[in-house]
C-alpha cells in the first residue's frame, strides 16, 4: 500500500485531489491511503465526505471506514454520513452508522435517521444503528421510546445492544422503562424488568415490577421478581 510521511503536504493534496479522479481505482486507491492516516489526513474529511456518494460502492465503503479513522474532525461529515444511511448498499449503511457512533454527541444531528436505521432490513445495521445511539447518549432522548420498541427483535444480539444503548441513556430511559412493563409484547416488559433492575433510579419502578409478578408469561414474572429482588437489597 501507499503512504505519505506525516510532514509531506503536497503528497497528502494530491491523494486528496485522486479521490475526485475519473478513474475509480484511483479514487479508492487515494481512500485507501487517507483512511490509513487517520486524524493526519484530517483536511481530506471533506472530500471524503463527497465519496459518500461515490458511483463505486467500493469507494463508498471505504470513504465510510475512513471517515471513521478521522477522530473527532469527521464531526465535519454528519450530513453526508446521514445521508450515507440510506444508501442502498448494507455495508455502506454499516459503517456510516458506526462512525457516528464513533463520533458520540457530536452525531446528535443524525438521531432521526439512527432511529429509522432499527428498522433496517439488514440485523448487523439495525445492530450498528442501536450502538451509535448509545455512543450519542443521554443527549438524544428521543430515541428512547425507539429503542424500547427494538427490545421486540427477534435477533437476541440485537436486544442485547439495544439494552446497552438504553443503559446509556441513564436517568431519562426509566420513565419510559417504566412505561414498558405494561407492552404489549412480552419480550419489551421481560427486558424493561430487568434494565429496571440495573438503573440508580429503578425504584421508582418498584410498584409496577410488582404488579408484573402476576404477569401470564412465566420469563416476564422471573424478569420482575429478579428486578424486585435486586432493588429492594439496594434500597437505603
Known amino acids: 500500500m501507499a503512504t505519505v510521511p506525516a510532514d ?7 491523494w486528496i485531489e485522486r479521490l475526485r479522479d475519473r478513474d475509480a481505482g484511483w479514487r ?8 490509513s492516516l487517520g486524524p493526519r489526513a484530517r483536511s481530506a474529511v471533506p472530500v471524503l465526505a463527497e465519496r459518500l456518494g461515490d458511483p463505486a460502492v467500493e469507494v463508498r465503503r471505504l470513504a465510510a471506514a475512513a471517515l471513521g479513522e478521522m477522530g473527532p474532525d469527521a464531526r465535519n461529515a454528519v450530513p453526508a454520513l446521514t445521508r450515507a444511511l440510506d444508501d442502498r448498499d448494507d455495508v455502506v449503511r454499516r459503517r456510516a452508522a458506526r462512525t457516528l457512533g464513533d463520533l458520540g454527541p457530536e452525531a446528535r444531528p443524525a438521531v432521526p435517521s439512527l432511529i ?7 440485523s448487523i445495521v439495525r445492530r450498528t444503528a442501536a450502538a451509535a445511539l448509545g455512543e450519542i447518549g443521554p443527549v438524544a432522548p428521543t430515541a428512547i421510546p425507539a429503542l424500547i420498541e427494538a427490545l421486540a427483535d427477534d435477533d437476541l444480539r440485537q436486544s442485547a445492544i ?11 430511559a426509566v420513565p419510559r422503562l417504566i412505561e414498558g412493563l405494561t407492552h404489549a409484547d412480552p419480550r419489551v416488559r421481560r427486558h424493561a424488568a430487568r434494565l429496571l433492575a440495573r438503573s440508580a433510579r429503578g425504584g421508582d419502578a418498584l410498584p409496577a415490577l410488582r404488579r408484573l409478578l402476576g404477569d401470564p408469561e412465566a420469563p416476564v414474572r422471573d424478569a420482575a ?12
Open 162 to 172: 439495544v439494552a446497552a444503548a438504553l443503559v446509556k441513556m441513564g436517568a431519562r
Open 8 to 14: 509531506d503536504d503536497v503528497l497528502l493534496r494530491q
Open 28 to 35: 479508492l486507491r487515494a481512500v485507501t491511503v487517507l483512511g
Open 225 to 236: 421478581a429478579g428486578a424486585v429482588a435486586a432493588l429492594e437489597q439496594s434500597a437505603p
Open 116 to 122: 429509522l436505521a432499527l428498522r433496517d432490513r439488514s
